[in-house]
């Protein structure tokens, strides 16, 4: 769209609350946003690119044409966004994966003898629902669990109290045959009663319903009978003890505590239910389209989503971050809720604790979630063969190297090397640099260094291997055959370097792989024609698109979103950026523990620390005077005036 028409636009576009849709040239919908004043907010993606997030730079390149949706308050607009999402499911959005096919245990009290069934859909039909579940499979256990503990119907069959003789279940203890006349239809309600109270994890109610059924039972002599509800009694509570979570002092008796984690484009979800104190279950859910949110945003996306269909709204949220819209998201949860919520961040304390506990099991889940596919060793050979067709490679790429570059506004500019063998990471081999010769921001050349400094090293072991090699087969020759130049004598030795070294540099990588589009790609291809190196496969990933590009090839290699081979490269990729980014950070904390007073001679830790602890800062330090500064213990007044003349 032309820019004077989008300013004609704009102009027009209501100073009123509602929601945006940012559409391509063919009309489908890339984001869904909110606000509180729509002109002001749609005003701001096409300005200056420079503060917006590389995601939405990313859209903006593909933004053909935008629409809004006007609506009465800003609460309103949080509702339609959150449901045009969910119809769209637009590309640049954080959104639950799959989130409509979620199942949810049912238990339909309009039935004279309910059963617990799995659905996948919830209404308003006086039933009880609980979940939703983030899998088929976790539901399931949950199922197989109650079932285990409680003895009510599994049959679809028409209930009479009639049939001559019940079925196996009965027998062994897994259902009171209400079908044959066993159980009433009121000792069968009390079944359902105690499925509902321990699915809302009131354990205590059910014990002591099940004590006093046992009392009742061995009152009659009915000792049978009672020893099974002695045994359900100990499995209930079995259940409850692992349940148990250390909130003795907590105040909070029902909650939900909620944290997350990131990976490339979806980010992992963790969710832990706590009701009378003791922790009901967990689950976890995948929100995709994440890349480069803020973990607060994937949460708030997170809370409308899974909240808006769910059953039962908690009185108490906890969140691992500091939510966008946190007082309106509230608002939204108690109207839902038809009662009080509170949506906090816990800072200290025993819920500070607990959310420590969830955003760890966070980090192991999405670690574990990616070392299962790691070691899925169909998806991985599916994966190297993908790359090994698209990308016209020779052979199956069994060793390859990704790099990454990573820095804040051209300061402490590094780089990793991150080494995946038969598509798993190889450790041992990653490598760290530190660019040298690059000023300022430049990530082309920074990237030529690198690879210069990575290949020059191979080039100059091959070279020293094929030396030895030919020293090795003339002094094995015959003696007329070799050169008179050559005396006769061992061989050249190799220079000396260290096994691992030798392993790491030394081995001819089957593919590189670099993290950028077109420019990074040709960068490194002028570094391997430098060195003669032109016969290793290359290749870049551009994070706009996450499309692959191959030297000699203007178009893009586009994988499918669902690729096991995209997934391979994706995972090489964000672990050269993590390695980066690790090495960056660190040498920032070094850095920014340096001081000016370090550089004067006789001024040492203790001396700093006495000098910190007198005048607060090193602004205070700077505007002291050297007869104040020379009041510290153990300063001296020449001490003082080299410091001042220092800092």
Known sequence: MALPLIEQRLQLTPERPGVYMMKDVRGTILYVGKASVLRNRVRTYFGSP???????????????DFEYIVTDSEAEALILENTLIKRYRPRYNARLKDDKTYPFLKIDLTEEFPRVQITRKVAKDGARYFGPFATAGSV?????????????RSCTKKITGTDPRPCLEYYINRCIAPCSGHASSEEYAKVIEQVILFMEGDTEAVTSDLRTNMDQAAEKL???????????????EK?????RIKVDSNPIADMDLLAVTQGTNESW?????????????????????????????????FIKQYYGDAPVIPPHILVQHPLEDAELINDWLRELRKGAVRLFRPQRGVHKQLMDVVAENAVQGLAQHQIKWLNNVDALNTAMSELEEELSLPASPYRMECYDISHIQGTNTVASMVVFEDGKPKTAHYRRFKIKTVEGVDDFESMREVLRRRFKRLAQIRASQNRASKQQDESQAPPESRPESQPESQPESQPESKESEMDTWGILPDLVLIDGGKGQLSAALEVLLELGMDDIPLASLAKENEWLYVPHTPEPIILPRDSQGLY??????DEAHRFAITFHRNLRSKSSLSSPMDMVTGIGPKRKRMLMRRFGTLQGIKQASVDDLAAVPGMTRSLAMRLKQTI
Do not use: C, W
């Open 50 to 64: 420079n503060g917006q997030l590389p995601k939405i730079q990313r859209m903006m390149g593909l933004v053909h």
């Open 140 to 152: 399931r256990k949950t199922m197989d669990l109650v079932k285990r503990l409680f003895p009510y």
């Open 222 to 236: 009915e000792f049978e009978r009672a020893a099974v509800l002695r045994d359900r009694i100990r499995s209930v």
């Open 239 to 243: 259940v409850a003890e692992e349940q």
């Open 269 to 301: 979800v963790e969710v832990f239910f706590v009701r009378h104190n003791k922790l009901i279950g967990r689950d976890h859910f995948f929100m995709e389209g994440t890349q480069d949110d803020s973990p607060g945003l994937v949460l708030g996306q």
């Open 568 to 573: 391979l490269v994706q995972r090489m990729r």
